[in-house]
């Protein structure tokens, strides 16, 4: 099962994404839905609701007035907190239920409007969102809704603002065109995406890369890293594992391979290799099959053992090194990560070296092994760097 979480701004179209969605075979949980069936006549959460805000959100049928209710809370951020907490729990149990119930090879689409405001994005393989000028916005909202300007503005502005809502998107669908435009970018990103990365998930498969080919610097690696890695630590919670960026997309203007490698620091390899695995799999890092190892600095000493991981993303390639806190790896990792990162000039060696050997030996296990003399070499700069600077891990 692939869980995708969707959300969008009032206004934006997500309804309309999701439809689509429906319509190419996506099984839909939708939380406006939600929300209103735990607040139905007779629940407990509409009682609640009348002992927290009287009888005067109710219609005459005693049914919840909605719209009285969004006059209350829309304008009073302590009131609509007090809705929320009376809501969202009943919300999630509800979700919980669905999700448990739909097709093991189903791609479920969780249409959340509050999704990043909740902090939900962890919980998903993939975040869309679905973005939409203001202005394209209040003009649909008047038009479809009747709304005043003044009450969508209000209602805009209730939301997380753009800027919070794209930082937890991993696919951002702008519906600023017509509807044949978004219907068009939704059947790309099923057929492409979301189709290949379930069917991934459910049989344990990482998307593998095999050619080298750098990326000139790419500013939104680091956010990338920081969504996967919340999703990680997400995974393997209750434990709380150190989680870190690290290798050539960790380090501001260096080119590189347009694969992000992650450090998870684990107590030993055996529990990597107990109910951690399972998790980062369900999660969508599978396991890369085979032994891997570093290469121990200097050479001649014993291999640096590992576990690699990987994700069954296919627009999203990981390294998920899973190595024991403290271990030589472990600190290597870091090590030369923060090292790149305080010398230019060593930087601007290393990317001299990759882009020679880019183009002389594409495949990505010559590439690597290519690599190591200069390592071999430069962790001894690394190592002098560490002592004169008391850098620690």
């Known amino acids: 099962m692939l869980r995708v979480g969707l959300t969008g701004g009032i206004g934006s179209g997500k309804s309309a994404a999701a439809r ?13 839905q939600i929300a209103r069936e735990v607040v139905a006549p007779g629940t407990d959460g509409l009682a609640e609701v009348v002992a927290a805000f009287s009888d005067r959100v109710l219609d005459a049928d005693g049914a919840l007035d909605r719209a009285a209710l969004g006059e209350i809370v829309f304008a009073d951020g302590t009131a609509r907190q007090r809705l929320e907490a009376i809501v969202h729990a009943r919300v999630r149990a509800r979700t919980a239920e669905l999700f448990a119930a739909a097709p093991p090879d189903a791609v479920v689409v969780n249409d959340v409007p509050l999704l990043a405001e909740v902090g939900l994005a962890p919980t998903y393989h993939l975040v869309v969102v ?3 000028e203001v202005s394209t916005r209040l003009q649909r909202l008047a038009r ?3 709304m005043s300007r003044a009450e969508a503005e209000r209602r805009i502005a209730a939301q997380a603002d753009d800027a919070r809502r794209n930082a937890v998107a991993d696919v951002l669908l702008t519906n ?3 509807l044949d435009q ?3 970018a939704v059947d790309a990103l099923w057929h492409d995406r979301l189709v290949p990365f379930e069917s991934n998930v459910r049989h ?3 998307v593998r890369a095999v050619r080298v080919t750098l990326a000139e610097p790419d500013p939104t690696w680091p956010d990338q890293y920081a969504r996967l890695a919340a999703r990680i630590r997400h995974a393997v919670a209750p434990a709380d594992l150190r989680v870190d960026h690290i290798g050539s997309t960790a380090v501001a203007g260096l080119a590189a391979k347009d694969i992000i490698d992650i450090q998870l620091s684990v107590p030993s390899l055996a529990d990597a290799d107990g109910q951690l695995a399972e998790r980062l799999a ?8 085979g032994d891997w190892w570093d290469s121990p600095r200097p050479p001649g000493g014993q291999r640096w053992e590992k576990r690699l991981h990987g994700s069954a993303d296919p627009a999203r390639p990981i390294h998920l090194h899973l190595r024991v806190t403290g271990s030589p790896g472990w600190r290597y990792a870091l090590l030369m990560r923060d090292h790149l990162r305080a010398d230019p000039d060593r930087r601007a060696g290393y990317l001299m070296l990759k882009r020679g050997l880019a183009a002389s030996a594409p495949d990505l296990g010559t590439y690597a092994m290519a690599k190591d003399p200069w390592f071999d070499e430069e962790h001894l700069r690394a190592e002098a760097w560490a002592a004169s600077t008391g850098w620690r891990p």
């Open 20 to 32: 689509r969605l429906v319509e190419r075979g996506a099984v839909l949980i939708d939380a406006d």
């Open 130 to 132: 679905v973005s939409t």
């Open 144 to 146: 479809d809704r009747g």
């Open 176 to 178: 600023d065109g017509t």
């Open 182 to 184: 978004l219907h068009g």
């Open 204 to 206: 344990r498969r990482a």
């Open 282 to 289: 369900d999660a969508g890092f599978p396991r890369l099959p």
